[in-house]
């Protein structure tokens, strides 16, 4: 069976080497319609010669012989052929064995012709020899370009060539034309099947990312309950009232994350819909870590803030970012046996620079590259470090690039990862 599930990236991988591939056809077409052309130009040249010829012999001008005749005639343009001719000659018999012979070599198109006398300096005689194709049978008056022989000659001049010429290559002009849009409907289907198949990736990616921003505010609920849960609890009523705000703070914050994604669940489009203000990036890293603290305390976590940013202050959407702050905090916990974690802030020229440091298992550097990539996992020992869908950081990088930022990682196995965001100002 066919494999349904490929994935847009595939897909967008066939285009581009479908494009390449329709992109060399049209240039082979091109190359080859032009080398017909030339192929014609060519033949319609030949036809004239030999038309020339044949009007040598018809008006037995024995001294114009085969073995000079590239010299006799010349073609200083296109469309115009100089023929060298001698006096006396009959007008009347030059144009009616003219048009015969241009006939009899398949040259049917109008020709001007012209009979030049050195003596008196100007065409003696000139006529317009209609084809048989012509449709229009007016007299026209004929029409000699200038040159630059002065010597007695005869001047065929083809106004039509090229719209002759090109009339001949009908056939192969509609082929490759017919085949131009077969090749575009075909670019066409596959760009359509990819736009389908991207509309419902990111449709089904933006649910992941929501989803997998759940798992944490119920983990951190959970954790509330069961302190709760302790009848130890009503002696300690400041505790007992930090554990209610957490959950009460989480349901808030879960209900708002199902509010997004029911409101853009349904989008056609990658990017976030950022809902921007003026935010203390120090305010969003306490307010992370607040969110966290039941999970910090159950994991003995040792946590550091250096909040040194002279100016925290950015224009970005806020929950968004708390958003960025938890995934890295999250994760910092989830992969390090015995958390240490420092959070760090500085202000550089116009950016904030945020740093969260752990001493977690670290990443190789084979990974680092695929690290943000939607669905890749960390991989030690052919297995995978924690649960999970490889959404968290994809979806972080994601909040960054909207912000106009930029994220790294530096990291070391066994000795722990560094995230370094910077945001503008």
């Known amino acids: 069976m066919i494999n349904l599930f490929i994935r847009s990236s595939t897909i967008r991988l066939g285009i581009f080497i479908s494009t390449l591939i329709i992109a060399i056809i049209v240039v082979f077409q091109l190359v080859w319609l032009k080398a017909i052309y030339h192929s014609k130009q060519e033949e319609f040249n030949r036809g004239v010669i030999k038309s020339v010829r044949a009007l040598y012999q018809d008006i037995k001008a024995d001294n114009y012989t085969y073995s000079t005749l590239n010299e006799l005639i010349e073609s200083p343009e296109s469309h115009l052929y100089i023929a060298k001719i001698n006096f006396p000659v009959n007008s009347d018999s030059v144009s009616q064995y003219l048009q015969y012979e241009l006939e009899e070599f398949d040259i049917f198109t109008d020709c001007h012709i012209g009979i030049y006398d050195s003596?008196?300096?100007?065409?003696?005689y000139t006529e317009v020899l209609k084809s048989a194709g012509t449709k229009e049978k007016e007299k026209d008056t004929a029409i000699i370009p200038d040159n630059d022989h002065h010597d007695d000659h005869l001047a065929l001049y083809f106004p039509r060539r090229s719209r002759?010429?090109?009339?001949?290559?009908n056939f192969w002009i509609?082929?490759?034309?017919?085949?131009?849009?077969?090749?575009l409907l075909f670019g066409w289907g596959l760009y359509y099947f990819y736009r389908q198949k991207f509309l419902n990736e990111t449709q089904k990616d933006f649910i992941h990312n929501f989803t997998h921003e759940f798992k944490t505010p119920v983990a951190v609920i959970s954790l509330a309950a069961d302190v709760l849960k302790n009848p130890a609890i009503i002696e300690k009523p400041q505790k007992l009232d930090t554990y209610a705000g957490i959950v009460k703070y989480q349901s808030t914050y879960l209900q708002t994350q199902i509010e997004k994604l029911l409101?853009?669940?349904?989008t056609e489009s990658r990017q976030l819909h950022l809902n921007k203000e003026k935010v203390d990036i120090h305010d969003l890293?306490?307010?992370?870590?607040?969110?966290?603290?039941?999970?910090?305390?159950?994991?003995?976590?040792?946590?550091?803030?250096?909040?040194?940013?002279?100016?925290p202050f950015l224009i970005a959407d806020r929950d968004?970012?708390?958003?960025?702050?938890?995934n890295l905090i999250d994760n910092a916990i989830k992969y390090s046996k015995n958390p240490n974690i420092v959070i760090r802030t500085e202000s550089k020229e116009h950016m904030i620079i945020l740093s969260v440091a752990d001493n977690g298992i670290g990443i190789e550097k084979r990974q680092l590259k695929k690290i943000f990539e939607k669905?890749?996992?960390?991989?030690?020992?052919?297995?995978?470090?924690?649960?999970?869908?490889?959404?968290?950081?994809?979806?972080?990088?994601?909040?960054?690039?909207?912000?106009?930022?930029?994220?790294?990682?530096e990291s070391v196995p066994e000795k722990g990862s560094d995230f370094t965001i910077e945001l503008p100002v």
Not at 119 to 124: D, E, F, L, P, V
Not at 164 to 169: G, H, K, Q, S, T
Not at 320 to 326: P, S
């Open 119 to 124: 003596k008196a300096g100007k065409y003696i």
């Open 164 to 169: 002759y010429i090109l009339a001949e290559m």
């Open 174 to 183: 509609i082929s490759s034309a017919v085949l131009l849009i077969v090749l």
């Open 263 to 266: 409101r853009f669940a349904h």
């Open 285 to 311: 890293v306490n307010e992370a870590v607040s969110n966290l603290t039941p999970l910090i305390n159950e994991r003995n976590s040792q946590l550091t803030l250096r909040l040194e940013a002279t100016n």
């Open 320 to 326: 968004y970012l708390i958003i960025v702050i938890t």
């Open 375 to 409: 669905f890749f996992r960390v991989r030690n020992d052919e297995t995978y470090n924690a649960k999970g869908f490889g959404l968290g950081l994809s979806f972080v990088k994601k909040i960054v690039d909207a912000h106009a930022g930029k994220i790294k990682i």
